[in-house]
């Protein structure tokens, strides 16, 4: 053998021990990043079965209502690296000029579950249902009667706690978490609302507008009618809309080609809430705010907008 192939042969073998040392210093590094890798948890939605709390407005109390969800935790290792999954409640002044604004983003640890606590769901991780009254959401937050209002609302939060002492909540979430894919907001709500009740008595009053200034057309582009009509739960019907100058109305419509006022008077023993009925916008031009005999406002209806029932703002009623 020459002596320049056999150099040749020593060139092309340690060449091939080099890779191969390099590939196996490759795969350390490799192993070392994959294990130091962390990929966190989080708390998906399984089922929300309650997030309503019945408020009455003359007494300042919850009538009942709560919360109750079921959520599933998802680590590295299917669950086990769950030590523990808190769950905080706060609460939500979202109706700042009506009862008491001076409520603080403090949070309360309410309850606190382990592994010992979970059912398992059908792909093996662990399960927890929290529930709680609206009672004892009101009692862990200590909010008083002063301090609520319809609208606002009590804030549900879950945290993970992994055995390592690393924590897992709602700051820490990302878009992905949240879609509809994982549905893992880590924090809920029950927002406090008020049942209709029987329409108050005295005298209410509608404002409307229309933009371009020719009155109301509610169902055609001459008229067509009242634009809002109410029924008592005697069977008294109110007719409601501004004169339009293209038809005669054919009810009691209220003079002013761009605004104006019209009043109804609900006589006492209502039995039940009336029902405010939006008949149309042919135009996309008519809009209305309804106003109780206390001087509440508890509907607006905007220019544009469709047929259909008007929602009533109990809380204010």
Do not use: H
């Amino acid at each position: 053998m020459s002596k320049i192939l056999f150099k040749n042969r020593l060139i092309i073998a340690g060449v091939i021990s080099l890779l191969f040392a390099a590939c196996e210093d490759s795969d350390q590094v490799i192993d070392q990043i994959t294990d130091a890798e962390k990929r966190g948890a989080i708390v998906r939605t399984i089922e929300v079965t309650e997030n309503e709390i019945l408020y009455d407005v003359p007494t300042s109390t919850l009538l009942g209502g709560g919360f109750s969800a079921t959520v599933e935790v998802q680590d590295q290792e299917n669950g086990d690296l769950l030590s523990e999954l808190n769950v905080y409640v706060g609460y939500s002044d979202n109706t700042s000029d009506r009862g008491n604004s001076t409520i603080g983003d403090a949070e309360t640890l309410i309850q606190t579950f382990t592994l010992a606590d979970a059912e398992t769901g059908e792909f093996g991780l662990p399960r927890f249902t929290f529930t709680a009254t609206a009672a004892e959401l009101q009692t862990a937050t200590g909010v008083t009667g002063a301090e609520i209002f319809g609208g606002d609302a009590f804030t549900i939060r879950f945290e993970i706690v992994q055995t390592d002492g690393s924590t897992y909540s709602a700051a820490d979430n990302s878009g992905t978490l949240t879609g509809s894919f994982f549905s893992s907001p880590f924090e809920y709500t029950s927002t406090l609302v008020c049942l209709p009740k029987p329409t108050q008595a005295g005298t209410w009053t509608v404002n409307m507008e229309d933009s371009y200034g020719d009155g109301w057309q509610p169902t055609t582009a001459d008229g067509g009618g009242p634009g809002l009509t109410v029924t008592l739960s005697d069977g008294t019907v109110f007719e409601i809309g501004l004169c339009t100058p293209y038809e005669t109305p054919g009810y009691a419509c209220t003079d002013g080609d761009s605004e104006g006022t019209a009043t109804f008077t609900v006589p006492a023993g209502q039995t039940d809430a009336a029902v405010f009925q939006w008949n149309g916008d042919f135009w996309g031009e008519m809009s209305a705010e309804i106003i109780t005999p206390a001087g509440n406002t508890v509907a607006s209806v905007s220019s544009g907008t469709s047929a259909g029932p008007i929602a009533i703002d109990f809380c204010a009623d």
